[in-house]
């Protein structure tokens, strides 16, 4: 049996005076060291998804590391049976997420950190709002207990939710608990929340996906499955992958229970985006399913169904 591929989830604000400079290079040490995936380059900094063998992975994480201000690079590692990238991609972007709050700086300031092991007290105060940060296709599949769900399509919509239900969301509470993937979102909205005044702000060190590495299942105060931006589609408690497909159309996430519907065509549509395609735009969905299963009776990757790495 082959030995399981590791996949890195990594980011780092950091002042990158000319991030152009840095693509190059970087996206050739990933390709020698056979690594796929995702990695965002901006002025604030570096994030991305990537997977390789252990090697591989260890190359480009000191690589990385050797970038200004990345010695300190927050990364977590979990391990998929099948390739979750069928390519590496280097991007650059204006934000390594985008919130469209050009003032926010993580580096400045932002909320106190709490182990995953602390989590649960903080969350079970009461006089703890919990936030989940992330977008509602995500929050879908799986929350903690008692989190506020934004209802948000982007981050891009989160300062705007907030700022039109800030009383309401803060009515007789002392503190904020806000959580995301992998960590890089609260970094930004816990900045945003103390940039608007909120001072007793947390998030949780390492987002949901140390959490549920390191919580065991019998404590977790996690229910569902969480959402990740590769080919696994959702992990669960263990990083263990769960029983999600994905929608190639729109890329929700996509149940057993989604693909008995009508509404439901491997690659075309699911129930959540059938209504919002053209009957043309199906057609087009189901040319590019045919060349993807043709690559795969052939053995090969067909690049143009693979998943793109999002905010988080």
């Known amino acids: ?89 280097v991007r650059l972007k204006r934000e390594i997420v985008t919130m469209g709050e050009p003032d926010i700086d993580p580096r400045a300031s932002v909320g106190r950190y709490v182990d995953p092991d602390d989590w649960n007290a903080l969350i079970s105060d009461p006089d703890t709002l919990v936030i989940d940060t992330r977008n509602d296709y995500e929050v879908a599949v799986g929350s903690f207990e008692g ?57 949780l060190k390492g987002g949901i996906l140390k959490y549920l590495e390191t919580v065991p299942e019998e404590e977790s105060k996690w229910h569902g499955d969480c959402f990740v931006f590769d080919e696994r589609v959702t992990v ?19 149940s057993l229970s989604d693909r008995a519907s009508p509404a439901f065509e491997e690659g075309v549509s699911c129930p959540a985006c059938f209504d919002e395609r053209t009957e043309e735009q199906r057609a087009r969905y189901r040319e590019r399913q045919r060349q993807e299963n043709l690559a795969r009776k052939r053995g090969t990757a067909h690049v143009g169904a693979q998943l793109d790495k999002g905010d988080d």
């Open 236 to 254: 669960r408690h263990g990083l263990q992958t769960g029983d999600y497909g994905l929608c190639r159309a729109c890329r929700r996430p996509v």
């Open 147 to 203: 989190a506020v769900d934004p209802k948000t399509p982007s981050f891009r919509d989160f300062p705007r939710w907030f700022r039109d239900n800030r009383e309401e969301l803060l009515a007789g509470k002392k503190k904020v608990a806000m959580f995301c993937t992998g960590g890089i979102r609260c970094e930004k909205s816990t900045s945003f929340l103390r940039a608007e005044g909120v001072e007793e702000v947390f998030h």
């Open 1 to 89: 049996m082959p030995d399981p591929i590791t996949v890195a989830a990594l980011y780092q604000f950091t002042a990158f005076e000319d991030p152009a400079h840095l693509r190059a290079p970087l996206f050739a040490a990933c390709e020698e060291a056979g690594v796929k995936g995702t990695i965002l380059l901006a002025r604030e900094g570096i994030n991305g998804t990537i997977a390789g063998d252990e090697a591989g992975i260890s190359a480009v994480l000191d690589r990385i590391r050797a970038l200004p201000g990345c010695a300190g690079l927050e990364v977590k590692f979990s391990a998929a049976d099948t390739p979750p990238f069928a390519r590496m991609k």
